[in-house]
Antibody, heavy 116, light 107 residues
Framework: EVQLVESGGGLVQPGGSLRLSCAASEFTFSSYWMTWVRQAPGKGLEWVANIRPDGNEKYYVDSVKGRFTISRDNAKNSLYLQIDSLTAEDTAVYYC?????????WGQGTQVTVSS | DVQMTQSPSSLSASVGDRVTITCRASQTINTNLNWYQQSPGKAPKLLIYGASTLQGGVPLRFSGSGSGTDFTLTISSLQPEDFATYYCQQSFSIPRTFGPGTKVDIK
């Protein structure tokens, strides 16, 4: 069974940074587009970014461009999201998901809270 | 960006009811439309992709239809585990966008 396990969330001050990780197993990670999706408290789902299997193509939602960086290490079966210059509006559960068009497996999410 | 809307935003239904949720895109997206179910405190789960293809393991009471700008998700006979929030999502263009969700609760 496909497994995606996020980590790296936490409480951070405005302007701070975090690096989220997603450990993948039970599938050929290097063959799949991967995606980050977030969900603010009590709100809907928001697509954040995705990355091609070889890591050479990346896309972001406008609200995070220049602040977030998606990356992957296929040798480690891992996906990452570097999030900088955090604001309160970035407070959310961050999910990693398999796929670039639709998302057929999801992790359990990691909570990011931005507060002073 | 393609904007997605859903109606209704919430509905109350009983076990055994037939439920229909509508999703509309701000421009044509062909059949690049996907549906997810999210229960409280859980990650979303893919139900349908390509507007009408059932994801493996999803019960046959779920079905999807539509193309262009208008789409529907139908649950033929609502079961207790189906009380959740449902989201549509377009995969026609970047950024991928989700609808605001439809919450299905118990009447």
């Amino acid at each position: 069974e496909v497994q995606l396990v996020e980590s790296g969330g936490g409480l951070v001050q405005p302007g701070g940074s975090l690096r989220l990780s997603c450990a993948a197993s039970e599938f050929t990670f290097s063959s799949y587009w991967m995606t980050w999706v977030r969900q603010a408290p009590g709100k809907g789902l928001e697509w954040v970014a995705n990355i091609r299997p070889d890591g050479n193509e990346k896309y972001y939602v406008d609200s995070v461009k220049g602040r977030f960086t998606i990356s992957r290490d296929n040798a480690k079966n891992s996906l990452y999201l570097q999030i900088d210059s955090l604001t309160a509006e970035d407070t959310a559960v961050y999910y990693c998901a398999r796929g670039g068009s639709f998302f057929n497996s999801w992790g359990q999410g990691t909570q990011v809270t931005v507060s002073s | 960006d393609v904007q997605m809307t859903q109606s209704p935003s919430s509905l109350s239904a009983s076990v055994g009811d037939r439920v229909t949720i509508t999703c509309r895109a701000s421009q044509t997206i062909n059949t690049n439309l996907n549906w997810y179910q999210q229960s409280p405190g859980k990650a979303p789960k893919l139900l349908i992709y390509g507007a009408s293809t059932l994801q493996g393991g999803v019960p046959l009471r779920f079905s999807g239809s539509g193309s262009g700008t208008d789409f529907t998700l139908t649950i033929s006979s609502l079961q207790p585990e189906d009380f959740a929030t449902y989201y549509c999502q377009q995969s026609f263009s970047i950024p991928r966008t989700f609808g605001p969700g439809t919450k299905v609760d118990i009447k």
